[in-house]
T-cell receptor, first 108, second 115 residues
């Protein structure tokens, strides 16, 4: 069946470093992808999205890269801060399928 | 804050009981989706409502049902509660044109515990 999965369940980075969180998807027809951040006790918070007609999209300190050839997307966070500590989910927007999440920990 | 509000925030029920969870969507949004999130897992899609009709359903049994009202608010009903129904239930609203997928805005969820 279709699935969206993250490569690593946990990621630990030093404050100020760049973070890269990866995600793979199986449905080649997927045309919309979203990254969410979820802090403890809260609902997922929208970070950035990308449509399949794009390879890259940038926001404030975040960049999403989409590689349709290998069905992979990544979230890059520049100059990671302690406030970035959370669980990050990628989701395929057409059928609303979420991956398992990567827990990002930022060491001061 | 997203403007999506859910009630109650916490709820304790016993096995076999029924529960109703409520969601008010963000102003201007016409679509509501419900998700179940078990501890340590990603949200699992239950169903989506658009124009008061179910517009897609995940792999959940019929005892999970929903409603969307003319003001786009929504309810999730679960009958015959089971212990495994214990989870965080998330509501998300979006503005759907009927053609392309759009971003979802989530509420903070209702934490349901079934004893």
């Amino acid at each position: 069946g279709e699935s969206v999965g993250l490569h690593l369940p946990t990621l630990s980075v030093q404050e100020g470093d760049n973070s890269i969180i990866n995600c793979a998807y199986s449905n080649s027809a997927s045309d919309y992808f979203i990254w969410y951040k979820q802090e403890s006790g809260k609902g997922p918070q929208f970070i950035i999205d990308i449509r399949s007609n794009m390879d890259k999209r940038q926001g404030q300190r975040v960049t999403v890269l989409l590689n349709k050839t290998v069905k992979h997307l990544s979230l890059q966070i520049a100059a990671t801060q302690p406030g970035d500590s959370a669980v990050y989910f990628c989701a395929e927007g057409g059928k609303l399928i979420f991956g398992q999440g990567t827990e990002l920990s930022v060491k001061p | 804050e997203t403007g999506v509000t859910q009630s109650p925030t916490h709820l304790i029920k016993t096995r076999g009981q029924q529960v109703t969870l409520r969601c008010s969507s963000q102003s201007g949004h016409n679509t509501v989706s419900w998700y179940q999130q078990a501890l340590g897992q990603g949200p699992q899609f239950i169903f989506q409502y658009y124009r008061e009709e179910e517009n897609g359903r995940g792999n959940f049994p019929p005892r999970f049902s929903g409603l969307q009202f003319p003001n786009y608010s929504s309810e999730l009903n679960v009958n015959a509660l089971e212990l495994d129904d214990s989870a965080l239930y998330l509501c998300a609203s979006s503005l759907w044109s009927g053609r392309t997928s759009e971003k979802l805005f989530f509420g903070s969820g209702t934490q349901l515990s079934v004893l």
